[in-house]
């Protein structure tokens, strides 16, 4: 991540509304992360669950209040859970989807995410049949490493400029997988991702994946990569079996079916640079706060909540 990167992250803006979040223990966490709530008024028993990553330098409180998600967990009542990085874990608060210790099943940060989603289920009243996670950028990439990880927990995923999972396991490969970027079969991708759980039969979780065409941060082909990997990984052709445009900003959409579903959807958002997209309004497709790394383009979690089917 560059100097001018991290300059613009830590620029001073406050958003519009604040989500109030309630702190939650009590859950093992072998990964040393925060986990915190937004529940919903009149949240029903058995809840959807949607687990939330942000990116480096912030924290839960801003993906929170500026991704949108909130918006539509009031409107369809599911709980949201927001996993918190410390500066103890890395100084940039970014969630550690390059080191080994962490990215294993079991162990570390990715057990952590696991283990927080199961304690929403047995404890604060979610639906194990329905738990979904996302994350921005390091929260991206983690996100890719709790479905690789934790296919038998979350049920689909969406990926927000992130990248493919084991592309890196050491700082250094990282910023080589972060920019110009990492190629590789789209069979030895699905082969990384299974030997997230080697002993994981199936059916493997959905997966949404956003990316600007600007990015160059976390250059788009990391997109590519992730397409290839998930789509191999459910045995889909890495052609999309459908394109269209969505609204506003003409984002560039394509599904990508297997077993009668579609397992893989890549979002093109262009002329946008890192972040996750928003489009603040009072619209039904409207939502977040626009910041650093929050640019005003398209609202995601609209989409990302009809992929999970939770607007149903």
Not at 26 to 47: E, K, T
Not at 99 to 115: K, T
Not at 265 to 293: F, I, Y
Request: glycine share 10%.
């Amino acid at each position: 991540m560059t100097a001018a990167t991290v300059a613009a992250l830590l620029l001073p803006w406050s958003p519009a509304h604040a989500a109030t979040l309630q702190p939650v223990t009590g859950f093992a966490n072998p990964g040393a992360l925060a986990m915190y709530v937004y529940r919903p008024a009149d949240l029903p028993d058995r809840a959807p669950v949607v687990v939330a990553l942000h990116g480096c330098t912030q924290n839960a409180q801003t993906y929170a209040d500026n991704s949108g998600l909130t918006k539509f967990a009031d409107q369809h009542k599911f709980l949201l859970v927001f996993a918190e990085q410390s500066t103890g874990n890395n100084l940039n608060r970014c969630f550690n989807w390059f080191q080994a210790g962490d990215i294993d099943r079991g162990h570390g940060e990715a057990a952590s995410i696991g283990n927080m989603a199961g304690h929403a289920v047995s404890k604060l009243g979610g639906d194990g049949d329905r738990v979904y996670v996302t994350g921005l950028s390091a929260g991206g990439a983690m996100t890719a490493v709790v479905l690789a990880t934790h296919p038998d927990v979350f049920k689909a995923g969406a990926i927000m400029a992130g990248l493919p999972y084991k592309c890196a396991t050491s700082v250094v490969n990282a910023f080589t997988c972060m920019n110009p970027g990492v190629d590789k079969p789209p069979a030895e991708w699905a082969q990384l991702a299974k030997s997230g759980n080697p002993g994981f039969n199936g059916p493997w979780p959905r997966v949404a994946i956003w990316h600007g065409t600007a990015d160059t941060t976390v250059t788009e082909k990391n997109a590519d990569e992730l397409r290839d990997q998930w789509t191999a990984v459910h045995g889909a052709s890495q052609t999309p079996s459908r394109t269209s445009t969505l609204a506003p900003n003409n984002t560039r959409h394509e599904e990508y079916d297997a077993n009668g579903t579609v397992a893989v959807e890549l979002n093109r958002v262009p002329d946008m640079p890192h972040g996750t997209p928003v489009h603040p309004g009072s619209g039904p497709e409207d939502c977040g706060q626009a910041g650093p790394n929050f640019p005003d383009t398209i609202c995601s979690s609209y989409h990302v909540t009809r992929f999970f089917g939770l607007s149903t």
